[in-house]
């Protein structure tokens, strides 16, 4: 520690990011330290550093203007740091969790082992360590930081990761109260989630939404609007949740305006209210569009019928994800899940044929320049009255080799369920089930059988 405390006296002026992630020789006394001596410092990795709840608040005491952090699988806790953190370090932007626990010696091992389909290693939670000192609680100054605090206070606060971790209610009203600006949120793995955590939250953030200050086009809102901005959660893995989950959020989503869309008409600007409409939907565009973009809830226990209503309720989703939820096996969702796949297969080799076509067009030119080169260079030395070599030019016939029109590509062959769920998986991932795109939520939406 000696050594790391000298290096950052020396380079207390000017360090903004410190990395220590996966040190295990290190105390969280590297907490003060860095609170004494760097008091620019910017961005924060601590993963897997046997680091505990004792300084977090000299760290929100010397580096206020924190805008990225990392404590994913140290021993922090959440019950003692996690509003410490929200409440104090209102600068920071991003935040990694990943693999906290409550405090308790049950928490220390706990790890989902849900595998979202091909996933990167980085997107599974990261093992916590074991600590060479033991927590301590929060001290009377952290106290004094979290009681002083009111309403929302990390505004900055977009993205964070709880992967892996033991939650409490407390921890999700605390998330959603401090921080309801956060666009991208993800509680992958998180086996303890439960339906009441996510009721939880939602409620909590549209009561905490309603408090944010409003930006020029959320003041056309009625006075207490909510306009959460979430627009993308991360629920892969939560084995718990069921259909209620999913209620919830298309209840919540349902009827949210998302900024710079369509305004609401006004009493002295009429408007036609059949341009207002959605056709989707049905119902009025400046109410259907919320932010709500990407859900993710594979291995959960959601069934179609709320699925159909989350499609339904949120109109501005572009992907749901559905891996390894057995309840939707041989369902109608599954054959559009098929589709989907089948189409980012189609989309993926048109454009390796569309990259082989440039890479030919580039190598016939320069062929042709060089030729032309040598034909000029004979002519002007011999005189000779040889003409220019005609280049052959790339022709891509759609009558021949394998019918490829790169203007109009081909359309997609028409296959039945029975060719779908025998034939549509070829090279699927096992268990992969997910809807993207305009077109297959919309047949989800419109889909009026039983599930």
Same mark, same amino acid.
């Given at each position: 520690?000696?050594?790391?405390?000298?290096?950052?006296?020396?380079?207390?002026?000017?360090?903004?990011?410190?990395?220590?992630?996966?040190?295990?020789?290190?105390?969280?006394?590297?907490?003060?330290?860095?609170?004494?001596?760097?008091?620019?410092?910017?961005?924060?990795?601590?993963?897997?550093?046997?680091?505990?709840?004792?300084?977090?608040?000299?760290?929100?005491?010397?580096?206020?203007? =924190?805008?990225? *952090?990392? !404590? #994913?699988?140290? @021993? &922090?806790?959440?019950?003692?740091?996690?509003?410490? $953190?929200?409440? %104090?370090?209102?600068?920071?932007?991003?935040?990694?969790?990943?693999?906290?626990?409550?405090?308790?010696?049950?928490?220390?091992?706990?790890?989902?082992?849900?595998?979202?389909?091909?996933?990167?290693?980085?997107?599974?939670?990261?093992?916590?360590?074991?600590?060479?000192?033991?927590?301590?609680?929060?001290?009377?100054?952290?106290?004094?930081?979290?009681?002083?605090?009111?309403?929302?206070?990390?505004?900055?606060?977009?993205?964070?990761?709880?992967?892996?971790?033991?939650?409490?209610?407390?921890?999700?009203?605390?998330?959603?109260?401090?921080?309801?600006?956060?666009?991208?949120?993800?509680?992958?793995?998180?086996?303890?989630?439960?339906?009441?955590?996510?009721?939880?939250? =939602?409620?909590? *953030?549209? !009561? #905490?939404?309603? @408090? &944010?200050?409003?930006?020029?086009?959320?003041?056309? $809102?009625?006075? %207490?609007?909510?306009?959460?901005?979430?627009?993308?959660?991360?629920?892969?893995?939560?084995?718990?949740?069921?259909?209620?989950?999913?209620?919830?959020?298309?209840?919540?989503?349902?009827?949210?305006?998302?900024?710079?869309?369509?305004?609401?008409?006004?009493?002295?600007?009429?408007?036609?209210?059949?341009?207002?409409?959605?056709?989707?939907?049905?119902?009025?565009?400046?109410?259907?569009?919320?932010?709500?973009?990407?859900?993710?809830?594979?291995?959960?226990?959601?069934?179609?019928?709320?699925?159909?209503?989350?499609?339904?309720?949120?109109?501005?989703?572009?992907?749901?994800?559905?891996?390894?939820?057995?309840?939707?096996?041989?369902?109608?969702?599954?054959?559009?899940?098929?589709?989907?796949?089948?189409?980012?297969?189609?989309?993926?080799?048109?454009?390796?044929?569309?990259?082989? $076509?440039?890479?030919?067009?580039?190598?016939?030119?320069?062929?042709?320049?060089?030729?032309?080169?040598?034909?000029?260079?004979?002519?002007?030395?011999?005189?000779?009255?040889?003409?220019?070599?005609?280049?052959?030019?790339?022709?891509?016939?759609?009558?021949?080799?394998?019918?490829?029109?790169?203007?109009?590509?081909?359309?997609?062959?028409?296959?039945?369920?029975?060719?779908?769920?025998?034939?549509?998986?070829?090279?699927?991932?096992?268990?992969?089930?997910?809807?993207?795109?305009?077109?297959?939520?919309?047949?989800?939406?419109?889909?009026?059988?039983?599930?």
């Amino acid at each position: 520690m000696g050594d790391i405390e000298t290096v950052l006296g020396l380079a207390s002026g000017s360090l903004v990011s410190f990395r220590l992630a996966g040190c295990l020789h290190v105390s969280s006394k590297i907490i003060q330290s860095l609170a004494d001596f760097v008091p620019s410092l910017a961005h924060l990795d601590l993963a897997g550093c046997p680091v505990g709840d004792g300084y977090m608040g000299d760290l929100v005491r010397g580096c206020p203007g =924190l805008r990225t *952090l990392d !404590l #994913s699988g140290t @021993n &922090v806790t959440l019950r003692a740091s996690l509003e410490l $953190l929200l409440c %104090g370090l209102r600068a920071v932007k991003a935040a990694r969790f990943e693999g906290l626990g409550q405090g308790d010696d049950t928490d220390a091992d706990t790890q989902n082992d849900y595998v979202r389909p091909n996933a990167t290693p980085t997107s599974t939670p990261r093992s916590r360590r074991s600590s060479f000192v033991p927590s301590a609680t929060v001290t009377a100054t952290a106290k004094t930081i979290i009681s002083s605090a009111r309403g929302p206070t990390a505004l900055a606060l977009t993205s964070a990761s709880f992967s892996g971790a033991s939650l409490s209610l407390k921890d999700m009203k605390v998330i959603a109260s401090r921080a309801p600006n956060i666009t991208h949120l993800s509680f992958l793995a998180c086996d303890s989630l439960s339906d009441a955590h996510i009721s939880t939250y =939602l409620d909590a *953030l549209l !009561l #905490s939404s309603s @408090n &944010v200050p409003p930006s020029s086009v959320q003041k056309q $809102l009625p006075q %207490g609007y909510a306009t959460p901005r979430l627009e993308s959660l991360d629920l892969d893995g939560c084995e718990e949740l069921t259909s209620v989950s999913v209620i919830a959020l298309s209840e919540a989503f349902a009827g949210v305006r998302k900024l710079g869309q369509v305004s609401a008409p006004r009493h002295d600007a009429p408007t036609n209210m059949l341009d207002l409409l959605d056709g989707r939907t049905g119902r009025l565009k400046f109410l259907t569009v919320s932010s709500l973009r990407v859900v993710g809830l594979g291995g959960t226990q959601v069934g179609g019928e709320a699925v159909r209503v989350l499609v339904r309720e949120c109109g501005a989703l572009e992907e749901v994800r559905l891996d390894r939820c057995e309840i939707l096996v041989h369902t109608y969702l599954e054959v559009v899940g098929i589709e989907c796949w089948m189409q980012l297969q189609e989309e993926k080799e048109q454009r390796k044929r569309r990259q082989s $076509l440039i890479l030919s067009k580039k190598n016939n030119s320069g062929v042709a320049r060089k030729e032309s080169t040598l034909s000029i260079g004979s002519n002007s030395g011999g005189g000779s009255s040889r003409l220019p070599v005609p280049v052959k030019k790339l022709v891509v016939n759609s009558s021949v080799g394998m019918g490829i029109n790169m203007t109009t590509p081909p359309a997609s062959p028409m296959y039945g369920t029975s060719a779908l769920l025998t034939g549509g998986k070829r090279g699927m991932p096992e268990g992969w089930l997910r809807l993207i795109g305009e077109a297959a939520l919309k047949k989800v939406s419109d889909y009026e059988g039983s599930f």
